[in-house]
């Protein structure tokens, strides 16, 4: 059976503890992750520490940045390894993973090494009394050791998104990825390795939140920041921790992501988008669309045409060639998403399509469920409050657009919104209004790495994206010269 290791200092390192990964397709387990300890965890921040007083913290930016331009070329070059793993620990389909996760792994490292490359000090000149002047010259340096706490839903593609402005801004990391999902961020490790980053500037240890490596990052004093990906209750968790020595924390958190649909939208589009935008990564992705609120006069067809697609869309095992959704990621959470379909029912929704588990064939251990579509809940419904993070969402109608904004501000969350309307005047009042980092109108998902990415309210804390995670990454200075 397969290992997961450790990464520390630059060598792969067992541990006695380990845990079983399981394949959410089958149901078996298919390898062993060791956890780490808190003395793994400390030898991983303490070798992070050297090497930012060491061979990172000396090297040239250009040829830190090459080195992070060579780790995207051999992600590239190993693609089909880490869409092996990808897959193994999440069970989505090959089609998704080979375009979304593995690819967008690697362009996060050019991505924050293009920027990191235009990335210049400030001077600013001051005439003084004495007539001598002055010259302050504002400054960034990188923070220290960061650690970073990812969840499993986009595991690479998710790390990266930290790991590449982290080092690139000229950081070390200790990374701990989700429980669920451990294996292509040992994988990055051998990638390191190859092209020649120093030793214990990537470590990764493996284990879990409370009383595990998570903790104990956390707890960590020479940690100098925490940036997290995962819950919302998880973040006020760690939020708390690092209030002990004021670490800086950047969080992105869970959502509760309302759709908007107009009258005057393409419709068809608007089913299109909404079933991407609430059935992709079987509804795992933080952006995903859960309340979808439909102008009444196209209420019913809008929901005749939702269900129809999502009745339409094929379940199946990763490598099939027409799987639209793989399993969800583990049997804990196919029961939480299973407890929501009982809620929903008990509390008075109608089922529209799915609504229930599938048996994919051939496939009897694996954790399936269909894509759900329900009607006449409330917005006071924990079905339509709380997020469930499948493939589920809840449609509504609404007669204004102000009881529409309303709606989709009627949550403690604010991650994103997609609003559908071919009326450019109200695209711009809409998606002004609603409370949520990414507002998008007639798509979803539509990325440019280096626009702000973050959530409001419950859903984060800071933005990270372009010049945005270089201000989360760095320490600004001002050294004054009086002349
Ligand atoms: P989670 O909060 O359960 O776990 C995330 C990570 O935190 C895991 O590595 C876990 O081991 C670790 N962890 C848990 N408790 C900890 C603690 N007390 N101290 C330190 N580490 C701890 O989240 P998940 O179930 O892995 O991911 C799903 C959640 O992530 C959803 O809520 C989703 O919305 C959110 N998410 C948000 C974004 C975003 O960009 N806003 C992106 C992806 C996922």
Known sequence: MDRVDLLINGA??????????????????????????????????QAARAALAGP?????????????????????????????????????????AGTVDIPRGAANFRAFADMLAGQHDEAYHQDTADGRGAVHVTQRRPVGVVGVICPWNLPLLLMTWKVAPALAAGNTVVVKPSEETPSTATLLGEVMRDVGVPDGVYN???GFGPGSAGEAIVQHADVDAITFT??????????????????????????????????????DEAVAGTVRSAFSNCGQICLCT??????????????????A??????????????TDMGPLVSAVHRDKVVSYLDLAVAEGAQVHAGGRVAEVAGFPGGFWVRPTVWTGLGQQARTVREEIFGPVCHVTPFDTEAEAVALANDTEYGLCAAVWTSDVRRAHRVGGAIDAG??????????????????????????????????FYTELKNLCIKL
Not at 40 to 45: E, L, S
Not at 259 to 266: G, I, M, R, Y
């Open 12 to 45: 792969f390192r067992s541990t006695s503890r380990r845990f079983p990964l399981v394949n959410p397709t089958t149901g078996e387990t298919v390898a062993e992750v060791c956890e780490a300890g808190a003395d793994d965890v400390d030898d991983a921040v």
């Open 56 to 96: 990172w913290g000396a090297m040239p930016v250009a040829e830190r940045l090459r080195l992070l331009r060579a780790v995207a070329d051999e992600v590239d070059r190993r693609r089909d390894a880490f869409l092996a793993l990808e897959v193994r620990d999440t069970g989505k389909p090959v089609a998704f």
């Open 204 to 206: 990764v240890v493996h």
């Open 230 to 267: 995962g819950e919302s209750a998880t973040g006020r968790a760690i939020m708390a921790s690092c209030a002990a020595d004021l670490k800086r924390v950047s969080f992105e958190l869970g959502g509760k992501n309302p759709a908007l649909v107009f009258a005057d939208a393409d419709l």
């Open 290 to 307: 859960e309340r979808v609120y439909v102008e009444r006069s196209v209420f019913d067809t809008f929901v005749a045409k939702l269900a």
């Open 309 to 322: 697609a999502a009745d339409a869309l094929v379940l199946g095992p990763p490598e099939g060639a027409d």
């Open 438 to 471: 990414m507002v998008w109108v007639n798509t979803w998902y539509l990325r440019d790495l280096r626009t702000p990415f973050g959530g409001m309210k419950a859903s984060g804390l800071g933005r990270e994206g372009g010049h945005y995670s270089t201000e």
